[in-house]
């Protein structure tokens, strides 16, 4: 089993915005310290590996994954797609053509189920669907569509903001077997954008309070 800890990336407490995490690997944006390098190591137990989008290091907003692939927006270069595959073989990457772009803030996603906005066309859930090997399903939470920045999912569990209605829950809960409602950093409703979780463990933002961190941790089960 991984840790819980609270950390800071390029001197910002919005950590998730420059990581995603899978029980495989975890991107994380070009240029981190050694030190940040190795708490997401230890908290995670997954393979780390450095990458850009379009030269951004955000790639908690541009790129989503899950163990059986990644998708980037059509501005990824091809170095780094080819990068990408040279670290993570066996691992489909796909870019995809959408004028939703920032696909980790409009995708929710784990090993089994994708929640995404509704506003992505029938085409982009098809790809969605393919390259991840889950169900999609349309859904705003909190009437939020960012579904990806204002929630959080692993394997294990799902933490949602605090808007998300009943009927948000109810739907979800079909899916997931446990569940929370927090923010993080202090009050953050963008609940993924301050987190890096897998099923091991997680990484808050370093202002993340104590009682956001247990109920965090209690709703993707760590």
Do not use: W
Not at 71 to 95: F, Q
Not at 105 to 123: G, Q
Not at 147 to 169: L, P, Q, Y
């Amino acid at each position: 089993m991984g840790d819980i800890s609270k950390m800071r990336i390029f001197n910002s407490s919005y950590i998730g915005a420059f990581s995603i995490a899978t029980d495989s690997f975890v991107l994380v944006g070009a240029g981190i310290t050694r030190g940040e390098r190795s708490i997401i190591e230890e908290c995670t137990e997954a393979k780390v590996i450095e990458s850009t989008v379009d030269g951004s290091s955000l790639i908690g907003i541009y790129a989503i994954a899950n163990s059986n692939g990644i998708m980037l927006p059509e501005t990824a270069s091809k170095e780094e797609v080819k990068k990408l595959k040279s670290e993570l073989h066996g691992v489909e990457i796909r870019l995809l053509g959408t004028n939703l772009n920032a696909l980790r803030n409009n995708i929710l996603l784990n090993d089994h189920i994708a929640f995404v906005n509704p506003e992505y066309s029938y085409r982009e859930i098809e790809e969605i669907e393919e390259v991840f090997n889950v169900k999609a399903v349309k859904i705003h939470i909190g009437n939020y569509g960012t579904v990806g920045a204002n929630n959080i999912i692993t394997n294990k569990g799902i933490v949602v903001n605090n808007s998300a209605t009943d009927s948000d829950i109810s739907i979800i809960k079909k899916y997931v077997n446990s569940m929370s409602q927090s923010t993080a950093n202090l009050g953050s409703s963008s609940i993924g954008l301050c987190v890096i979780a897998n099923s091991q463990g997680m990484v808050a933002g370093d202002q993340t309070t104590g009682f956001e961190l247990a109920r965090i941790a209690e709703g993707l089960d760590l």
